[in-house]
């Protein structure tokens, strides 16, 4: 055995559980509004501000302030209103709690009937063709379709930062952050009839909270997440914090729109009679107090073909709903390859994902060792198989192996693998 592979699985034992892969979180979220007033004139001033999204997803569980409180729907926003107005500073501190949805009680017919999008979410014919090309007659295979179409083809670079390209351009320039990835998303899915919105929000990355933007697809009755930066739907990492909803943009007499580090990622409004001699200026901080990795979405196993070298793995779904699950294979590249998608597993029903063997790169006369890795949320399962071009002499398959329900660290795992070889010994 190459012992690179042998490596490889010693440490994932030792991999710690990283917010990236974690299935619930719990958070200190702190806003402040300053407002700056430096025009006499001004009678009263007003904030209606954005803070949090409160829904299946995302549970605000305490929440202090010192203004006034108002829920609209499943956002939370904080109110502020004072006459003859001074400088002051607005703030709202709240507990919140996130865990994503996985599991949908049913799937639907996507309508093949274009919806009106706006701004830049718009779509073009170009846009709107490449979506029927990918779209199936499943609502949630669809999402998941296009969600990884998006994010294998549109290449992050972060000098588009703030530029909020519409998704006509991206189609095009295939670049851009967030924003960009969530532009495109929206406008495919309108194209074929899917309603969805822009969500603003903030993601843990690197040790903190950054500004992020992700999409959520209405399916039925249902909300479904999906995020084409990271190529995730339906069971989102928890470290997704929502903080506002926008089917279209907002216009007003004052916005703040910010969209950097320690700044608001939502639309926050100052209304003043009597003047306009006032600035507004807004901090954002998020402390994670608790975080648990993803539960068992899924069972897994696999099946090998001795004669043929063609392995096959399986993803079980044991619930009675729709599964959306986040899948990775990895192994040799002279073997099978690597790949990353979204799946959707019927209710209490198995994925088959065969991948047959590279042979062109087999030589005759050696028994191969070829490793691989799997996984979903929650389970991770990894083995060998064997080889040779002599088919009497090739060594029988382990048994079907099912996948043990660890940490969801494939992604460190694959690095690792990319570089392993397989190994080879004579037969």
Request: glycine share 8%; with cysteine.
């Amino acid at each position: 055995m190459d012992r690179k592979y042998a490596l490889a699985l010693a440490l994932l034992a030792l991999m710690s559980v990283s917010l990236a892969d974690t299935g619930y979180m719990r958070a200190i979220v702190e806003k402040d509004w300053r407002i700056s007033v430096n025009d006499s004139s001004i009678e009263n001033i007003a904030l209606d501000g954005f803070f949090l999204a409160n829904n299946s997803n995302q549970r605000v569980l305490t929440l202090e302030t010192n203004g006034q409180p108002d829920a609209e729907g499943e956002l939370i926003k904080i109110k502020y209103s004072a006459d003859k107005p001074r400088n002051t500073t607005v703030r709202a501190r709240a507990l919140v709690e996130v865990q994503y949805q996985s599991s949908f009680p049913q799937d639907g017919q996507v309508p093949f009937m274009p919806m009106d999008a706006y701004g830049a979410s718009n779509f073009t014919p170009e846009i709107k063709s490449k979506a029927y090309e990918l779209s199936s007659a499943s609502s949630l295979e669809t999402i998941a379709l296009l969600t990884d179409w998006v994010h294998k083809n549109v290449v992050y670079n972060i000098s588009y930062f703030g530029k909020s390209l519409p998704a006509s351009e991206v189609f095009v320039k295939r670049q851009g952050v967030c924003t960009e990835y969530s532009h495109l998303l929206i406008a495919m899915l309108s194209s074929v009839g899917l309603q969805s919105r822009f969500v603003s929000g903030y993601v843990y990355q690197n040790g903190s909270f950054q500004p992020h933007a992700w999409v959520e697809v209405f399916v039925g009755n249902e909300t479904i997440a999906a995020d084409p930066t990271f190529g995730e739907a339906g069971a989102l990492s928890a470290n997704h914090v929502a903080m506002f909803y926008s089917s279209e943009l907002i216009s007003s007499s004052k916005m703040d729109l910010f969209f950097g580090e320690n700044q608001s990622a939502a639309f926050d409004l100052v209304n003043a009679r009597g003047g306009s001699g006032f600035d507004l200026s807004v901090n954002v901080s998020m402390e994670p107090q608790e975080a648990r990795p993803f539960g068992r979405l899924a069972g897994m196993n696999y099946t090998y073909d001795n004669s043929t070298g063609e392995l096959t793995v399986g993803v079980f779904n044991p619930t009675e709903g729709y599964e959306l699950l986040s899948y990775s294979f990895n192994a040799p590249t002279e073997a099978y390859g690597s790949e990353e998608r979204i799946v959707v597993v019927a209710p209490r029903q198995s994925l088959r994902i065969p991948y047959p063997l590279n042979r062109s790169s087999i030589e005759d006369g050696y028994l191969y060792t070829m490793p691989f890795v799997a996984g979903v949320q929650g389970t991770v399962l990894s083995s060998s198989v064997q080889y040779s071009l002599r088919n009497e002499e090739a060594q029988a398959p382990a048994p079907a192996c099912p996948g043990a329900p660890v940490a969801f660290a494939l992604l460190g795992l694959s690095i690792m693998l990319a570089q392993a070889r397989t190994g080879k010994a004579r037969a």
